[in-house]
């Protein structure tokens, strides 16, 4: 099992950046993806970012050029950097993880994946 813990939100004028973490804690494995998504009031939850244990990371074309996801696995944690920030980027931020079978692909839809944390508010104003 794997418990995760969302911190670094916050409000922020347009154009600033904020830096969220996730802290895991539990089982440690040695394959794993790790998943940034957003949820905004009345929609849908999407993808933000991926990265994985190979070291493969996508992201979401509305954010490319603005966030960066990272880990650092000494302290079993993965940051979103959130530069240039937009009212559009406001959200609640989730971060997830699974444990692929060997071989699978990166899970991008948010049913795909089995460890969520609690979500942390970013909100972006005018």
């Known amino acids: 099992q794997v418990q995760l813990v969302e911190s670094g939100g916050g409000l922020v004028q347009a154009g600033g950046s904020l830096r969220l973490s996730c802290a895991a804690s539990g089982r440690t494995f040695s394959r794993f993806v790790m998943g940034w998504f957003r949820q905004a009031p009345g929609k849908q939850r999407e993808l933000v970012a991926t990265?994985?244990?190979?070291?493969?990371?996508n992201y979401a074309d509305s954010v490319k050029g603005r966030f960066t996801i990272s880990t650092d696995n000494a302290k079993n944690t993965v940051y979103l950097q959130m530069n240039s920030l937009k009212p559009g980027d406001t959200a609640v931020y989730y971060c997830?993880?699974?444990?692929?079978?060997?071989?699978?692909?990166?899970?991008?839809?948010?049913?795909?994946?089995?460890?969520w944390g609690q979500g942390t508010q970013v909100t972006v104003s005018s």
């Open positions: 997830a993880a699974d444990i692929p079978p060997w071989g699978a692909p990166i899970p991008s839809r948010p049913n795909e994946y089995d460890y």
């Open positions: 990265i994985t244990s190979g070291g493969s990371i």
